[in-house]
C-alpha cells in the first residue's frame, strides 16, 4: 500500500489532482481511495488531499496519518505549515518549484524531487497568470517520480475526466512528465 | 464498466440503474452532490425521471410519497437535520406502505454544528418502519440502492440507504457500475397493487378507527418480519448476476474467533484490517458487521456470536440515558440464548472523530482484560 498527502490551497484544484491520479491507477487495475480533507474549504486557505493505493481491495477507512509520500502543489506552503508532519522516514517530497531539488536543503531525512508544475501551466494557458491550475501538471511530475502510472494510463485520465481544455491539461502533464526532477 | 466515483454520485447512479421516475430532494452537506449529479442526469435524459424541487426536507418527502402513491418508484436523499426534519412523513411513508428508496449520509446531529460523521441522524429514525441498510464502500451504496429498490417494492416498506460522511460521501473509490440491461433483469418496474390514479378513485391515508387501525399495524411488522429471507434470496440472485452478495451481516474471521467485534458503516471496513493485525499478533479476532439494521437480523447475529468467547459492540452513536445503539441490540439478540457470554459496549467516534484500526486495538485490549464488562458504556478516544 502506498499513501500520499496532498498540499494546496483551496481553489487550485487539489482535489482534482487527487482525482486525476486515482483514475490514472485504476486503469491499470490498481485498488484506489482518495479523498478530500472531510471538512470545508476556503479559497486560499491550505487544504488537503490524500490517497491510498493498493494492488488488493482498501479497507482501511480512516484518515491517512502517515503518508509514503507528499505532494506540495503550493511552494508557499513549504514555509507556511510543515508539509512533513508523520512523513515515513525515506519518504519522497515532491515540490511544485522552479528551484532544483538540492535547494531544498531543509528536508535532511526525506527525498526531494521538484515539478516546476506552475511554469508549465502557464505555459499552457491552464488558469490565470496570477491563478494558474497547477494540477494536471504537478500529477504529471508525481506519476514520473513515484513511478506510479504509464503516461498514457495518466493522459487517457485527463481526456476522460477534465472537462476544460482537456488538450492543453495533457500537453501540460506531458511536459511535466517529461521535465520532473528526478529525486535526490 | 469500472469507473472511479466519489460515494456520493454512488447512491445518484444507484438511483438511475434502477430507473427511479421521480426525484424530490434537497440539498444539504454532506449530501449536495447526490442531488446535483441526479439533476444533471434528469436534465440530460440520461434518467427519464422528474425531479422535483422543494423547499425544504420534509417537502421533499411529501412528495416522494405523493408520486409512489401515484405508482411511480422514488428516491431522494437527504443527510441529519435534514433526515429529522422529514420524521413525521418517514412515519407517513411506512404506515401507508410507499416503498420509497432514501440515500442517508450519517452526520451528527447540531448542535454542536458538524457536517462530520455519526449515526445518531438515522439511528434516531429506527422506529419509524423503515427498512435500513448500513454500507461500507461506494460499490455496496450503488449495490444496496439497486437491491432496496427490490427489497422495498415487493414488501411495499420504504428503505433507507445509509453511508457515512466523508468516508464514503466524499471519498473515491473505484466502482463497478453493472450494465443497465443485467439490472432490468434484476428489478422489473414498480407496479404496486392499487394506485392513485384517477380512473380507478380509492382515497388513502384517512382517518382510520380504533376497529382497524391495530391491524394495519400488525401487518406492517409481519411484513417487516419478511425482510431479513428476502434480503438473502435477493442478495443471492444479485450474486449471480453481478458477483457480489449483499445480505445482512458480513462475517469477517468470525467462525473460530474469541474475541468478535461488532461494528457497522466503515468502521465495519476499518475493523478488518484490525482483525487482520490482531490475528498475527496471535489474538484470535473477527468481525461481524451489521447491513441490516432494521429489522436487526436478530437470528444471523445469534448464529455467529454465540461461538464466540467475547463480544466488543462498537457504536458510532448514543442513545442518551442508556448506552450505544447496536449494544442494545446486539444484548436483546442473546438474550434467553446464551446468559455468560460476556458482551462489551464500546462509543467512539461520535462527530467524525476517526475511528481507525488502533481504535479497534485498544477496544480489543479492554475486552481481553476484562472478565465482563463492568460498565454500560466503555468510551473510546474522549477527552476527559
Redesign the interface.
Known amino acids: 500500500m502506498v499513501e500520499i498527502r496532498f498540499h494546496g490551497r483551496g481553489g487550485q484544484g487539489t482535489v482534482v489532482a487527487?482525482?486525476v491520479l486515482?483514475?490514472a491507477l485504476?486503469k491499470e487495475g490498481n485498488?484506489?481511495?482518495?479523498?478530500?480533507e472531510?471538512?470545508?474549504e476556503r479559497r486560499g486557505a491550505p487544504v488537503f488531499a490524500f490517497i491510498r493505493i493498493d494492488d488488493k481491495p482498501?479497507?482501511?477507512?480512516?484518515?491517512i496519518y502517515e503518508p509514503d509520500h507528499v505532494v506540495v502543489v503550493d511552494p508557499t506552503l513549504v514555509e507556511a505549515i510543515d508539509v512533513t508532519e508523520g512523513l515515513k522516514d525515506g519518504g519522497v517530497i515532491i515540490i511544485n518549484s522552479d528551484k532544483k531539488p538540492e535547494e531544498f536543503k531543509i528536508y535532511k531525512i526525506f527525498r526531494v524531487a521538484t515539478v516546476n508544475a506552475t511554469g508549465i501551466a502557464v505555459k499552457h494557458k491552464l488558469g490565470t497568470l496570477v491563478a494558474p491550475i497547477v494540477n494536471t501538471a504537478i500529477v504529471g511530475g508525481v506519476v514520473k517520480i513515484l513511478n506510479l502510472t504509464k503516461l498514457e494510463s495518466l493522459l487517457a485520465a485527463i481526456k476522460e475526466g477534465v472537462p476544460l481544455k482537456p488538450e492543453a491539461n495533457m500537453a501540460a502533464a506531458k511536459e511535466a512528465y517529461e521535465k520532473a526532477e528526478k529525486v535526490l | 464498466m469500472k469507473k472511479v466515483i466519489m460515494g456520493n454520485h454512488a447512491l445518484s447512479w444507484g438511483a438511475q440503474l434502477g430507473r427511479a421516475q421521480v426525484i424530490a430532494a434537497y440539498p444539504i452537506t454532506p449530501q449536495t452532490q447526490v442531488v446535483e449529479l441526479l439533476s444533471e442526469m434528469c436534465a440530460s435524459g440520461a434518467l427519464d425521471a422528474k425531479f422535483i424541487k422543494v423547499e425544504s426536507e420534509h417537502s421533499a418527502m411529501a412528495a416522494c410519497i405523493a408520486a409512489s402513491l401515484a405508482g411511480a418508484r422514488t428516491f431522494t436523499a437527504t443527510s441529519a437535520q435534514g433526515l429529522t426534519l422529514m420524521h413525521e412523513l418517514l412515519h407517513w411513508a411506512s404506515g401507508g406502505r410507499m416503498p420509497v428508496v432514501m440515500g442517508n449520509i450519517n452526520r451528527a446531529m447540531a448542535p454542536g454544528w458538524s457536517i462530520w460523521a455519526d449515526q445518531n441522524d438515522s439511528l434516531s429514525q429506527r422506529d419509524t418502519g423503515w427498512i435500513q441498510f448500513y454500507c461500507s464502500s461506494n460499490q455496496e451504496v450503488l449495490d444496496m440502492v439497486i437491491q432496496a429498490f427490490k427489497v422495498s417494492e415487493a414488501l411495499l416498506i420504504p428503505s433507507m440507504v445509509v453511508l457515512d460522511a466523508f468516508a464514503i460521501s466524499h471519498t473515491y473509490e473505484v466502482v463497478d457500475i453493472p450494465d443497465q440491461d443485467k439490472v432490468d433483469s434484476y428489478l422489473p418496474p414498480f407496479n404496486p397493487p392499487v394506485r392513485l390514479t384517477p380512473s380507478d378513485p380509492h382515497a388513502f391515508g384517512g382517518l382510520t378507527s380504533p376497529e382497524h387501525y391495530f391491524e394495519l399495524r400488525y401487518k406492517l411488522q409481519k411484513d417487516m418480519e419478511k425482510v431479513p429471507a428476502l434480503v438473502e434470496e435477493t442478495g443471492r440472485e444479485y450474486e449471480k448476476l453481478f458477483g457480489r452478495y449483499l445480505g445482512q451481516v458480513e462475517n469477517y474471521r468470525c467462525d473460530d474467533a474469541d474475541l468478535i467485534f461488532v461494528s457497522s458503516g466503515t468502521a465495519g471496513y476499518t475493523a478488518r484490517v484490525a482483525v487482520d493485525e490482531l490475528r498475527e499478533a496471535g489474538i484470535k479476532a473477527g468481525n461481524l458487521r451489521i447491513k441490516l439494521f432494521r429489522p436487526f437480523p436478530f437470528e444471523k447475529v445469534r448464529q455467529i456470536l454465540i461461538k464466540a468467547k467475547k463480544v466488543a459492540v462498537v457504536d458510532r452513536n448514543i442513545s442518551y440515558g442508556h448506552g450505544g445503539i447496536f449494544y442494545q441490540e446486539v444484548k436483546s439478540a442473546l438474550y434467553g440464548y446464551d446468559h455468560n457470554l460476556p458482551v462489551f459496549g464500546f462509543i467512539t467516534g461520535l462527530g467524525g472523530r476517526d475511528v481507525t484500526p488502533g481504535t479497534f486495538k485498544e477496544i480489543a485490549q479492554h475486552a481481553l482484560a476484562k472478565e465482563k464488562a463492568e460498565e454500560d458504556i466503555i468510551w473510546v478516544g474522549v477527552k476527559r
Open positions: 487527487s482525482k486515482a483514475d485504476a485498488y484506489v481511495q482518495a479523498y478530500p472531510f471538512g470545508v482498501i479497507y482501511d477507512k480512516s484518515r
